[in-house]
């Protein structure tokens, strides 16, 4: 990873956010122990401070809901040593609203986060017509680039609408300039959307400075300190604020 230091979960947090997913299938328990142990984004979120505590998260296109499930491990594991010294104050006492398309990730989701529904719900919705509500952050971890161009545009236009002033987006996109590792990442994609059960597996791609220039003239501001995902692949994690706000 370049733009900063390479991040994973402390080893208690990464088990509790994937141990919950055990009464959702073998499959789902599996998958968040592989996706929350080697995705840096869930480290590099939390270690930077991008949520904050107590914030109102929409999490769009959520899949099974891991944000919604490490947020609720934060709340229990908020104090050394699990939570390393040098990272932003934990984000504890958040609460997510998860949207997402397809059924059987939200079966998952909602199996795993069962019991705790006022403090982590995921909902069946598309992100392109669905109620966004308010919100502190917006979390779009690989999802726009799903969507149409101008389908893209009217999701920024509500994220921002939705943001209570000096709200944050959080969000990573592929880099179209990324030559070899964007393509191959956009083949990963394609298989993974395919398999997942998607009829369609058009993708509608930028460059990350086309994604800062977009969230830019749609009144978000992009903060300096974008993360790159390393050697294969060419993912950019960006946060953006909405002016205003303390
Ligand atoms: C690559 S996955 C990322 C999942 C999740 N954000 C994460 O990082 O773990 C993309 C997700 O976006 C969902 N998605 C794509 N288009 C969507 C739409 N229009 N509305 C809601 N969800 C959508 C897909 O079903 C899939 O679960």
Redesign the pocket.
């Known amino acids: 990873m370049t733009g900063g230091a390479t991040h994973r979960l402390p080893h208690a947090l990464w088990h509790a956010a994937s141990e919950r997913y055990r009464p959702a299938g073998r499959f789902a328990w599996h998958f968040a122990r592989g ?1 929350l142990r080697h ?1 840096p ?1 869930f480290a590099t979120v939390l270690a930077r401070g991008w949520i904050r505590p107590g914030s109102r998260v929409l ?6 809901g ?2 919604a499930s490490l947020l609720l491990a934060v709340d229990g594991l908020a104090h050394a040593p699990h939570w390393p010294a040098h990272w932003a104050p934990p984000p504890q006492g958040c609460r997510v609203h998860g ?4 059924p059987r ?1 939200v079966e998952r989701a909602q199996a795993a986060l069962a019991g705790h529904e006022l403090r982590a719900r995921v909902d069946q ?4 017509q ?1 109620a966004f509500g308010a919100a502190d952050v917006v ?5 726009l680039h ?2 149409p161009h101008a ?1 893209q545009e009217a999701v920024l236009r509500r994220v921002h609408d939705c943001l209570a002033p000096g709200g944050q987006l959080v969000l ?1 996109i592929g880099d179209h300039a990324a030559g070899l590792p964007f393509r191959l990442s956009q083949l990963v ?1 394609r298989i ?2 395919r398999a ?1 059960g ?1 009829a369609d597996s058009s993708l509608y791609c930028r460059t990350a400075d086309d994604w800062a220039g977009l969230l830019g003239r749609h009144g978000l501001e992009v903060l300096p300190g974008r993360v790159v995902s390393g050697s294969l692949f060419a993912n950019t994690l960006m946060l953006a604020r909405k002016p205003g706000g303390a």
């Open positions: 996706k995705d984004a999490d769009l296109g959520c899949g099974q891991l944000l949207l997402e398309l397809m990730d919705g598309d992100i392109a669905a979390v779009l971890l690989d999802v799903y969507l389908g990573r994609d993974i959307f997942r998607h």
